[in-house]
């Protein structure tokens, strides 16, 4: 029988890897299916039988990766490959300031080529073996991407200067420079944008380890004869009775069976309120018992609890291959072959028209002319900009790629508590008169309720300071409290707590209104007379509805999705003029329906809960709350640092800006090595120009230079 594995694979550092170990994979007799991540570092395998598993992992060592044990050892292995990665650069930075000064200096000929070649080599072989190593992958593959360009850019140039130290008086005085220099600051600057776009994806994926870490490590169990033990979580079976007391996790999923409790399932349906559970209601593992004390049986065991649901749902939408690939890369699949082909030809008709020597000379210049600097700066420069820009205007971007796509966004989808609303639970009217809401105040400020909370606050700013009740103070879990002393008895609560407790009374019109829009209602009753009711909601956030009209007005459809019940969703999402509101879903289900959406055009979602982990993963790009759940904020692409809405807008025209700039630069680029590589050719010797080594090199830098001033100005673009 068939099953599906997933495993950890270290030594993953580009798509072409990830490319390498799926296709051994599905060589592999016995494996059915494979989908190798090189963003999570992960590959899932269908797999018929162990024995199939064990020539998996075999072939995976073999073409030199590893399957590492468990996730904290893959997060150390990334760890220390991206400290690997800040050496290189920091040692490919200082040999290039080196061997610059030794070029520049008063030193002999021979010197300048002794420090030039063995530090060059250094910088090149050791510091840069990636872009070699992938290069050749690459042309193996027929792919001439930017490892390959990379890769014969410096090389050229390095052994061209080896051939000047080597038979420098062999050369006419104009040919004889060094570009060792220039070979080292190539891989320099590639190995920058390198170290930053594996911290950024390292950092985009802390999420997974936050989800395992969240459900809780033990458990009371209660045995046959009652004794109740504490035990590894892990180690909870179906059919296990287990106890939770106030304040903790939940270990597993589980039905009630005896007990009742309030329960913060806002990780599952984003809800503010506390849910109210008793005997026969299901509960979810890493949910919190907020207060009360229960005994549940298990149901499920921990790989199939709803967790885990999440957590494979966030593994298979990370797994995903995002369908863009870089521009530049497009072009140097184009650009690199043909630089091939010119300075081959280039020797050719040089050698047939009977110079052989400015065939050779021309030749190699028109590779070291044609050097990536540009075209290598020209996409990571104008999104490091675009990325401080935002981090200037309240953003943080977690994933550099989503710049690209941003733009072309045609549904943005919203979350609704936390997102559309402020996820805190606040007063919305009250009819008490001042005395009586005082009087409910002072109780409420005994209880640790957030329900309790939001009412003290309210009377605190409209009174002050609010003394706590002097008497006897009791909290009924899910139905209200009760306070009493020798001159006051107060209950508060909802409609059936009080017809419980002897208070009779109809339920007035505004709060039959409160009601029916899913507002909580707190009935009040003093010295046995009902006295009036407070109304509780997720205020919903000021710039909310301008937004929302706003994306409308650029034809983005606007959706809204949430676990709340639909009567809240419906009064929220019509009083923003949200296009359409689906409520009460689960996790698995905002999953299923952004990926749906996605067939439509790039989808944006936008939440801040673990609900909303897999379907912010999912979505083209992921938006999460600062004021949200850690792993929400783990699985986003971007986080809102202070919460604005607004800043959707913002990120929208940043996209376009960013896109445009990166346009710009490989124009500029590809200009610059249509004129020079012409003229490096010899194309307009015939009128006497034959362009000298040294200026192609000014030639090239003055291309990075204007490169970098254009990607410059993304970084004072205006909110």
């Not at 870490?213 to 179906?238: F, H, M, R, W």
């Not at 339920?507 to 829009?517: C, D, T, V, Y």
């Amino acid at each position: 029988m068939s099953k599906k594995i997933t495993l950890n694979i270290a030594g993953m550092s580009c798509v072409n890897c990830s490319n390498a170990v799926e296709k051994i994979s599905k060589k592999i007799p016995g494996i059915k299916e494979a989908k190798v991540s090189y963003t999570n570092a992960s590959g899932e395998f269908v797999v018929e039988n162990d024995e199939a598993i064990n020539i998996l992992k075999a072939k995976i060592k073999k073409i030199g990766y590893e399957v590492v044990a468990d996730y904290d050892e893959l997060i150390e292995r990334k760890k220390a490959y991206i400290k690997e990665l800040f050496i290189k650069f920091c040692m490919a930075f200082a040999i290039s300031l080196i061997i610059m000064w030794a070029e520049m200096s008063a030193l002999n000929f021979a010197l300048k080529a002794v420090i030039g070649a063995g530090f060059g080599a250094i910088c090149l072989f050791y510091c840069g073996g990636y872009f070699f190593k992938h290069g050749i992958l690459s042309l193996r593959a027929k792919n001439f991407d930017m490892n390959v360009l990379v890769m014969s850019g410096s090389s050229v140039a390095y052994i061209y200067s080896l051939f000047v130290a080597l038979f420098a008086r062999f050369l006419p005085q104009n040919f004889a420079y060094f570009y060792f220099s220039g070979a080292s600051m190539i891989i320099c600057f590639i190995l920058l944008g390198k170290f930053l776009e594996e911290n950024s994806k390292f950092r985009a994926n802390d999420y997974i380890k936050k989800l395992i870490d969240l459900s809780p490590k033990k458990a009371l169990i209660v045995g046959e004869d009652g004794v109740i033990n504490e035990i590894n979580a892990d180690n909870l079976k179906t059919g296990d009775k287990i106890l939770i007391k106030t304040g903790a996790k939940i270990p597993a999923d589980a039905v009630i069976i005896e007990g009742e409790a309030e329960i913060d399932t806002s990780m599952i349906t984003g809800e503010s309120l506390p849910k109210f559970c008793t005997v026969k209601d299901e509960i979810n593992a890493g949910c919190i018992n907020t207060d009360g004390v229960i005994y549940a049986k298990v149901t499920k065991n921990k790989n199939s609890s709803l967790l885990a649901q999440i957590l494979d749902l966030l593994s298979e939408a990370g797994a995903k291959k995002m369908p863009i690939s870089r521009l530049a890369d497009k072009i140097a699949n184009i650009f690199v072959p043909s630089v091939i082909f010119i300075s081959v030809l280039t020797f050719v008709v040089w050698a047939f028209v009977g110079n052989a020597f400015n065939g050779v000379m021309c030749a190699i210049c028109v590779l070291i002319i044609s050097c990536p600097c540009a075209l290598g700066l020209a996409t990571p420069v104008a999104i490091v900009c675009a990325i401080s820009n935002a981090a200037k205007n309240g953003i943080l971007v977690r994933n550099p790629e989503i710049l690209e796509i941003l733009k072309d966004a045609r549904t943005i989808v919203f979350d609704k508590t936390g997102t559309l609303s402020k996820g805190e639970i606040a007063v919305s009217s009250s009819d008490l008169k001042d005395d009586d809401l005082r009087i409910l105040a002072m109780a409420e400020i005994l209880s640790e309720h957030k329900i309790s909370k939001a009412i003290v606050k309210f009377a605190e700013d409209k009174f002050g300071e609010i003394s706590k009740f002097d008497g006897t103070f009791e909290n009924k879990t899910g139905k209200g409290i009760i306070a009493s002393n020798t001159d006051i008895s107060l209950i508060a609560g909802n409609f059936n707590f009080l017809r419980e407790n002897g208070v009779n009374f109809e339920i007035p019109k505004n709060a039959i209104s409160a009601l029916n829009n899913g507002f909580g209602v707190i009935f009040v009753a003093i010295n046995g007379e009902y006295e009036g009711f407070v109304s509780l909601a997720d205020e919903v956030r000021d710039e909310a509805k301008s937004v929302v009209e706003e994306l409308k007005n650029l034809g983005i459809k606007t959706v809204m999705l949430t676990g709340d019940d639909a009567k809240t969703a419906n009064f929220v999402g019509k009083k923003l003029g949200i296009d359409e509101i689906k409520a009460g879903v689960l996790p698995n289900e905002k999953y299923d329906f952004v990926q749906n959406l996605k067939s439509c055009g790039k989808v944006i979602f936008i939440g801040d809960g673990i609900n909303d982990a897999p379907a912010l993963k999912a979505a083209d790009i992921g938006i999460a709350m600062n004021s949200g759940n850690e792993i929400a904020k783990g699985a986003g692409d971007l986080i809102f640092v202070k919460n604005n809405l607004k800043n959707v807008l913002y990120l929208l025209r940043l996209s376009v800006k960013t896109m445009n700039t990166i346009k710009q630069n490989l124009f500029w680029a590809f200009f610059y090595n249509l004129i020079c590589i012409p003229t490096a050719a010899g194309a307009f010797a015939w009128a006497g120009i034959l362009l000298k080594p040294i200026y192609g090199a000014i030639a090239m830098c003055f291309s990075s230079v204007c490169v970098v001033l254009n990607s410059l100005r993304l970084k004072f673009m205006k909110n």
